[in-house]
């Protein structure tokens, strides 16, 4: 997911302003529960949402690996079921 492109660059640029931002899709036909949808989204949200609010170039893979075991901590708080792994592994 973070190495998702936003803005392809194909796309020329007179219509790169029509594009308003990106969507995750959780297809569930195969996801038993709540939990388990939790754990299939999170922290994949958390990618998603730094490459449709942060610029290319301001985007930097370890720094984001860094930020998001704050966000580890904040889901552990509030009881989300999430993909714990090495960071080398998160996003693969």
């Known amino acids: 997911m973070y190495s998702f492109e936003p803005l392809p660059a194909k796309l020329a640029p007179q219509y790169q302003s029509h594009i308003l931002g990106a969507q995750e899709n959780l297809w569930t036909e195969y996801v038993p529960n709540f939990k388990h949808a939790q754990y299939m989204a999170f922290p994949r949200v958390c990618a998603l949402a730094e490459v449709t609010w942060s610029p290319k170039a301001s985007r930097n893979w370890n720094d984001f690996t860094r930020r998001l075991q704050t966000h580890f901590q904040r889901f552990d ?3 989300i079921n999430y993909r714990k ?3 080398e592994r998160i996003g693969e």
């Open 77 to 79: 708080q509030i009881g």
């Open 85 to 87: 792994g090495t960071p």
